[in-house]
């Protein structure tokens, strides 16, 4: 009885992820690849991207991260998938990718995707994964990484603490910052969010600190009328976690004569002098290093294992190349750079053990 009701669900899993190959076929945006070395069977990759590309560093890098892996291994191949905004469509479209047994390696990035792995797995045993961005220890054929986000946002955080306490034109003496978000997830509510809080607290006691949903990852329009209605408030500096949407919210505080700070990579290009700070995630090196070492003889001792990297390690760290930052008083820089370089060191962390779920 057992055997036959496992036999349905598979049956039941193969149709559901045949149905919507021909709809990730039509999704899929390129392929990259070296022409076939002597090797037999040269590994393929696939990159499922929870979202689109465009406009999420976090996922441009994840795509970067594996075309730079497989430009290294002759013959290897990878064909990256976006699943697009549905998140109620990215499981089926996540066991079409596995069902076609074609990949050694499917890569991908963020915190909800290791759950949906779990499930491919029971059904397509074949299937391997490597989540970045995402924390599930003890998953069996999953290897995940997990950033300390916290850190990433306490960077941040502790240079909106800097900004808004300051003369800059355009800084009020509200003493508040904003955070505009995508949507509510465990990685913002448990490290990003009280990881800003606790930067922002530090560099300027008593700072407020006011967050909005936005609803989605790219509604730009609706991030702007947010950010609109902080600063309406005396919100000085914000903080967008709202992929491609972010940009209206930097748009806002452009227009408002407002500053932002930027995260997950170097975003001064999308306001020039509004843009003050950008903290960075190294996901195009952590890819590139985790997909090499995964399809490299030893490399299935990673799976099952779950790791959490953070500023001390360099994976998590602040780009400091705009001529916004550049431009900044010293009386930001140098605090800011001595709390940077403490974090750099190790000699400041806040450690982080996993997330709740
Ligand atoms: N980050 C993005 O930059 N773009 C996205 O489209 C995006 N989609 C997400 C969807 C879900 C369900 C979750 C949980 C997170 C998403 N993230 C996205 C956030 C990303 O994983 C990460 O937390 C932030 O980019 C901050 O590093």
């Known amino acids: ?29 390129g392929a990259c690849s070296k022409k076939a070395g002597s090797e037999a069977k040269p590994p393929k990759v696939a990159v499922f991207v929870p979202g689109l590309v465009s406009g999420s560093p976090i996922y441009e890098q994840l795509v970067a991260g594996v075309e730079k892996a497989v430009a290294e291994i002759p013959g290897a191949t990878c064909k990256v998938v976006e699943a697009g905004f549905n998140q109620a469509e990215w499981q089926a479209k996540l066991a079409a990718l596995a ?37 599930l220890p003890g998953a069996e054929r999953i290897h995940t990484v997990l ?93 967008p976690i709202a992929g491609g949407a972010g940009q209206g919210a930097v748009s806002a505080a452009k227009a408002r004569g407002r500053y932002a700070v930027w995260f997950d990579g170097n975003g001064y290009g999308a306001a020039p002098g509004t843009v003050l700070g950008c903290a960075i995630l190294r996901q195009d090196r952590l890819v590139y290093e985790k997909v090499k070492a995964l399809l490299a003889p030893g490399g299935a001792a990673l799976y099952g294992k779950a790791e959490i990297v953070g500023a001390k390690e360099g994976y998590v760290d602040f780009d400091d190349s705009g001529a916004a930052y550049k431009a900044l008083p010293e009386t930001i820089r140098r605090p800011f750079e001595e709390r940077l370089s403490a974090l750099r060191s190790g000699s400041a962390s806040f450690p982080v053990t996993g997330l709740s779920r």
């Open 147 to 239: 950033y300390n986000q916290y850190e990433q946002g306490y960077i941040v955080g502790y240079l909106a603490g800097l900004v808004t306490t300051s003369g800059l034109p355009g800084a009020n003496p509200e003493k508040k910052a904003g955070l505009i978000v995508a949507q509510r997830y465990p990685t913002l509510d448990e490290l990003i969010e009280p990881g800003f809080a606790a930067g922002l607290a530090a560099a300027a006691p008593g700072a407020a600190l006011e967050t909005r949903v936005i609803g989605n990852w790219y509604d730009a329009n609706k991030a702007a009328e947010l950010a609109g209605n902080l600063i309406d408030g005396g919100v000085d500096v914000l903080l």
């Open 1 to 29: 009885m057992k055997y036959r009701m496992t036999l349905h669900r598979r049956a039941f899993a193969l149709m559901a992820a045949g149905f919507v190959l021909a709809a990730l076929s039509t999704l899929a945006l």
């Open 99 to 135: 069902a076609t047994g074609e990949f050694d390696l499917i890569a991908t990035s963020n915190p909800a995707l290791p759950e949906l792995c779990k499930k491919v797995v029971a059904d397509f045993p074949a299937a391997r994964f490597f989540v970045a961005d995402a924390w």
